[in-house]
C-alpha cells in the first residue's frame, strides 16, 4: 500500500512538473510577446492593425522570435539574416537601406510589430500604399523628394545584390541608365527632383514603372 501511495506521488508529481513547464512556456512566450509589442493583446491588436490574419502572425511571430531571440533585431544582425537569402550577391547595402525603411521608429532596432506592419503594407497593401511606402524607401534623407543620387544609390544596391548575377550579366552603366530614364518619366517638371505626387502619379500612369516596382516583391 505504501509503496503504491508512492508511485501515485511521484505520477502526480510529474504530472505538477509537466503542467508547470507548460505554464512556465506559456507565461515566457506571453512575456517576450508583451515585450515586443508592449501590450500583453498584442495578436489581436495587430490583426487589427494589418491585414493578416491570426494564424498568419503566429507563423510571422515564431520565425521572427527563431531569428530575434530578444524580440528586436539591429542592423547588424538584419543585415546578416538577409544576406541568407542572397548569399552570391551583396546585399549589405540594400539592407541598410531596408532597415532603415522598416526602423519607423528610429531607434536602431526593428521590433515584431515594426515587421509585420511594413510587410503587411508590402504584400497587402492598396496600390496608394505601397507607393508610398517605396517612395520612403528611395527617399533616403526622408525630407519629402528623391532625386537621381538617392535612386541611383539603391538601384545600384539591388544589382550589387542581384544583378551581377543574373544571365546575361547585367553592365556596370545599367544602374544608372534605368535611373535617368525613370527621371524622365517621373520628374514632370525637370526640377532634378521627384516629388511624390510625381512618384505615384507616374507609377500609375506608366505601366512600365509600375512593373519596375514589382521589384520589391522579389527583394523583400
Not at 537601406?97 to 526593428?110: H, P, Q, R
Not at 553592365?171 to 544608372?176: T, Y
Not at 527632383?193 to 505601366?207: Q, R
Request: glycine share 4%.
Amino acid at each position: 500500500m505504501k509503496a503504491k501511495n508512492r508511485d501515485q506521488s511521484l505520477s502526480d508529481s510529474r504530472e505538477l512538473d509537466g503542467s508547470y513547464d507548460q505554464l512556465t512556456d506559456s507565461v515566457e512566450d506571453d512575456f517576450e510577446l508583451s515585450i515586443v509589442c508592449h501590450r500583453p493583446e498584442s495578436m489581436d491588436k495587430l490583426q487589427e492593425q494589418t491585414k493578416f490574419t491570426k494564424k498568419e502572425l503566429q507563423v510571422l511571430y515564431r520565425g521572427f522570435k527563431n531569428e530575434c531571440p530578444c524580440g528586436v533585431v539591429n542592423e547588424e544582425n538584419f543585415k546578416i539574416i538577409y544576406s541568407q537569402f542572397f548569399p552570391q550577391g551583396d546585399s549589405s547595402m540594400y539592407a541598410h537601406f531596408l532597415f532603415e525603411a522598416f526602423d519607423t521608429n528610429k531607434n536602431g532596432s526593428i521590433s515584431f510589430e515594426d515587421f509585420v506592419f511594413g510587410l503587411s503594407i508590402i504584400l497587402r497593401g492598396t496600390i496608394n500604399d505601397r507607393l508610398n511606402w517605396a517612395f520612403n524607401l528611395y527617399d533616403l534623407n526622408k525630407d519629402g523628394c528623391i532625386t537621381k543620387e538617392e535612386m541611383f544609390d539603391i538601384m545600384k544596391s539591388i544589382y550589387d545584390m542581384m544583378g551581377k548575377y543574373t544571365y546575361p550579366t547585367m553592365q556596370d552603366d545599367i544602374p544608372r541608365e534605368h535611373v535617368e530614364s525613370f527621371f524622365q518619366k517621373m520628374d514632370r517638371n525637370n526640377d532634378g527632383v521627384v516629388t511624390i505626387e510625381e512618384f505615384i502619379e507616374s507609377c500609375k500612369k506608366d505601366e512600365s514603372i509600375m512593373q519596375s516596382m514589382q521589384l520589391f516583391d522579389n527583394v523583400i
